[in-house]
């Protein structure tokens, strides 16, 4: 069965650091491009960051850039968000995907097939 569980996520002050992992299971994430997504409440579900599947491309939205850094770990089968200097508006549901059909070097949320159940973020002094 395949799987992608989402962990790290947590209380944290505005301006501090998390790294959320998102764990594969089932299957090699090799080759496969992933993505984050955050839903806060009340609010659509936006598209973070995006990394292809040779993690040599990598997208993010303008809201987060220079401040969260998309990874991969293969061997670990595991994709990482570091989310650096967080703020308020960064509270969310956090939920990671997969395009296990090579539909695009990196692909967006309507082309994702596979989804975590998510991990929550509550940035808050």
């Known amino acids: 069965q395949y799987q992608l569980v989402e962990s790290g996520g947590g209380l944290v002050q505005p301006g501090g650091s998390l790294r959320l992992s998102c764990a594969a299971s089932?299957?090699?994430?090799?080759?496969?491009?992933f993505g984050w997504f955050r839903q806060a409440p009340g609010k659509e579900r936006e598209e973070v960051s995006c990394i292809s599947g040779s993690g040599r491309r990598t997208r993010y939205a303008a809201s987060v850039k220079g401040r969260f850094t998309i990874s991969r770990d293969n061997a670990k089968n595991t994709v990482y968000l570091q989310m650096n200097s967080l703020q308020p508006e960064d509270t969310a549901t956090y939920y990671c995907?997969?395009?296990?059909?090579?539909?695009?070097?990196?692909?967006?949320?309507?082309?994702?097939?596979?989804w975590g159940k998510g991990t929550l973020v509550t940035v808050s002094s």
């Open positions: 995907a997969a395009d296990l059909d090579w539909v695009a070097e990196l692909p967006e949320g309507s082309d994702m097939d596979l």
């Open positions: 089932g299957f090699s994430l090799d080759g496969y491009a």
